[in-house]
């Protein structure tokens, strides 16, 4: 069943290439394709469109599909061409003529957006959540490991000390940002395109106001032609929101690979979130870190390749915006795991108490034998001088202790404060 058939059949070939992967993809889009039309449903009698009775008719009917779907028991076979014409056909099957009244007044083109204007808020929210899961779990360890010293370093050469709590709070902070992205993407998703039909309204007095507030929408997108364009919008918005958190958590992945090495030993990792090699009995692989880093890498590519489907098209509906969903609902999976495995094994990693031993770390403290004598009236240049020429002839003495007072030291992290601008945009 099409929704746009008029008796007129279309090749195999068409179908394959038109349809592509649709039907699996909307079976993401089952539940709020349904929510969106119940709320239609009432609208369309609120304005005399559709008797009560008919709209009751229809809901109830509806309720039994999303209770399918929510059960898992919703399917869009080939014989439809999306989740829209499947909904429609169950409607029609069970209510007659009172089904095919459903798609008074809206079409294709806003249906799909509001299903994805749903489906991304909710998506979003769940990351949110799911971020500030782990940003918790790494300040309760940058409290917990805040008095083990770490090696700074930058250019990979010794540069200064760090610690523990500083390299866990670093990461939480930075997921700070991370929802302050998600926030906007949720911003611009939470507008009710429903309404703009085809994408320029409809003789109909429909009244979209109603439908805002039916389905939680935080405003309306007013002009018809805006909403059509914020498909696309919409979904590029979220993947560089995606995106940003995926840097994060790649970076962090990154530096996990780097100090689970025996050339660092900064860190291990209990023995089941490691694997083995086929031929060496003695690896011990971070392949969690290894394939979150690949994936979130991934995922930081999103946001170019909706950019290039998108960026040359007019206003209006394209067929090429459905080509959306295949980059983006798998990417939002994908991000969902690797939250969750960031978190389990994050939670398992133990530091190295005992790294700063190594004589080669004892270069530290360079920095801070320069201040120290700064402290006590030597001008900068010539602190720096002298304990360049200490290295340089193997008489540099390392304190091996840090005095930093400063707000985001090492020595006063300000965990409270990194809370507090996280509760600020989490809205926790």
């Not at 592509?20 to 349904?34: H, M, T």
């Not at 039994?64 to 014989?79: A, M, P, V």
């Not at 805002?212 to 919409?234: C, D, H, I, P, W």
């Not at 990792?269 to 690949?294: A, C, V, W, Y």
Request: proline share 3%; net charge negative.
């Amino acid at each position: 069943m099409k929704l746009w058939e008029k008796g007129i059949p279309t090749d195999i070939k068409t179908d394959i290439f038109t349809v592509g992967n649709d039907r699996e993809l909307d079976l993401l889009l089952a539940e709020y394709d349904v929510v969106g039309s119940m709320t239609h449903a009432k609208m369309l009698a609120s304005v005399g469109l559709l008797t009560n009775e008919e709209a009751e008719d229809l809901v109830m009917a509806l309720e039994d599909i999303l209770t399918d779907i929510k059960k898992g028991d919703f399917f869009i076979e080939q014989s439809f061409e999306d989740v829209h014409s499947k909904v429609e056909y169950l409607l029609i099957e069970k209510l007659g003529d009172t089904g095919k009244k459903i798609h008074t007044a809206r079409s294709r083109n806003d249906q799909v957006l509001v299903d994805v204007h749903l489906f991304l808020k909710a998506e979003l929210t769940a990351i949110k959540l799911q971020t500030k899961e782990l940003f918790d779990l790494l300040m309760a360890k940058a409290e917990a490991t805040k008095d083990i010293l770490l090696p700074g370093y930058t250019h990979f050469q010794v540069a200064m000390p760090s610690s523990f709590g500083m390299w866990f709070s670093a990461y939480a902070e930075s997921l700070v940002d991370d929802v302050v992205m998600l926030n906007a993407a949720l911003t611009v998703a939470d507008q009710n395109p429903l309404g703009s039909a085809a994408g320029y309204g409809s003789s109909f007095p429909i009244d979209r106001t109603f439908t805002t507030q039916e389905l939680g929408f935080k405003t309306l997108k007013y002009n018809s032609v805006a909403a059509q364009m914020s498909r696309g919008k919409a979904e590029k918005t979220a993947a560089f929101a995606m995106a940003s958190l995926a840097g994060t958590l790649s970076k962090l992945a990154m530096d996990a690979c780097l100090y689970l090495s025996q050339n660092f030993s900064f860190i291990t990792l209990p023995q089941h979130l490691t694997t083995g090699s086929s031929i060496m009995p003695h690896k011990k692989n971070p392949d969690i870190f290894e394939l979150i880093r690949g994936k979130c890498n991934k995922i930081q590519a999103l946001p170019y390749e909706l950019t290039l489907i998108t960026n040359n098209l007019p206003s209006g509906y394209h067929r090429d915006l459905q080509l959306l969903k295949e980059g983006l609902f798998p990417a939002i999976q994908t991000l969902k795991s690797c939250l969750e495995m960031m978190a389990f094994s994050i939670k398992e990693v133990q530091p190295n108490e005992n790294i700063l031993d190594d004589k080669k770390y004892d270069y530290l403290f360079t920095v801070d034998a320069l201040n120290e004598l700064v402290t006590k009236g030597v001008p900068f240049r010539d602190a720096y001088k002298i304990v360049g020429e200490q290295v340089e002839n193997n008489s540099f003495h390392s304190p091996k202790a840090t005095k930093h007072t400063h707000e985001g030291s090492i020595n006063n992290l300000c965990l409270n404060e990194i809370k507090e601008k996280m509760e600020a945009v989490s809205g926790s």
